[in-house]
């Protein structure tokens, strides 16, 4: 691959795995500690991610158990759970904090696919950007000592890179509905 056309290359896989990161937050039914991922819990006065104060695993199929180093910190994680968008409510022993995860109905499971198709067009929007990007600097080049045939074949190169993450993007986006609407 042409040096130019790397960078450009490094910024579409970014937005790429940025959506797969995205789309391991959406839960669909089934518990996935990912979801818990975004959740800041406050460690004495720092911001820290539930999965470094403690075990996260999933017993069974719809449910996540947190278990704290510091059973001081089941007030603070169940407060930062309740606070945030997860829309579950935790309940602890004392010991260990449970998530359990509703089925989904019919409707709920539509507006997740709605969600990730919105957020797999953001995708694509941001893929687009990073090609035009491309092809402005790739116009710039004219009147150097790079030959109107080089160019050429650049943008054509950008074109089949920005179609190769297209196709990437629509199957993840098709996958994650698959996998939401399965019940």
């Given at each position: 691959m042409d040096e130019r056309m790397k960078v450009y290359d490094e910024k579409m896989t970014k937005t790429y795995n940025n959506l797969l990161a995205e789309f391991g937050a959406i839960r669909a039914g089934r518990a996935n500690p990912h979801v818990l991922d975004r959740i800041m819990v406050d460690y004495y006065g720092t911001p820290t991610p539930i999965q470094q104060v403690g075990n996260v695993?999933?017993?069974?199929?719809?449910?996540?158990?947190?278990?704290?180093?510091?059973?001081?910190?089941?007030?603070?994680?169940?407060?930062?759970?309740?606070?945030?968008?997860?829309?579950?409510?935790?309940?602890?022993?004392?010991?260990?904090?449970?998530?359990?995860?509703?089925?989904?109905?019919?409707?709920?499971?539509?507006?997740?696919?709605?969600?990730?198709?919105?957020?797999?067009?953001?995708?694509?929007?941001?893929v687009r950007n990073i090609r035009r990007d491309a092809n402005d600097a790739f116009k710039k080049l004219k009147g150097t000592d790079v030959s109107e045939d080089t160019i050429k074949e650049l943008e054509n190169a950008m074109q089949k890179l920005t179609d190769k993450y297209m196709k990437d993007i629509d199957s993840a986006v098709e996958e994650k509905s698959k996998e939401i609407m399965t019940v």
């Open positions: 695993n999933v017993p069974e199929a719809r449910m996540i158990q947190i278990q704290p180093w510091d059973t001081s910190m089941l007030k603070a994680i169940t407060k930062a759970i309740q606070t945030s968008d997860l829309g579950i409510n935790p309940t602890n022993d004392g010991r260990v904090i449970r998530l359990v995860f509703p089925e989904l109905t019919e409707e709920r499971r539509k507006d997740l696919v709605k969600e990730v198709k919105k957020k797999g067009e953001g995708a694509k929007v941001a």
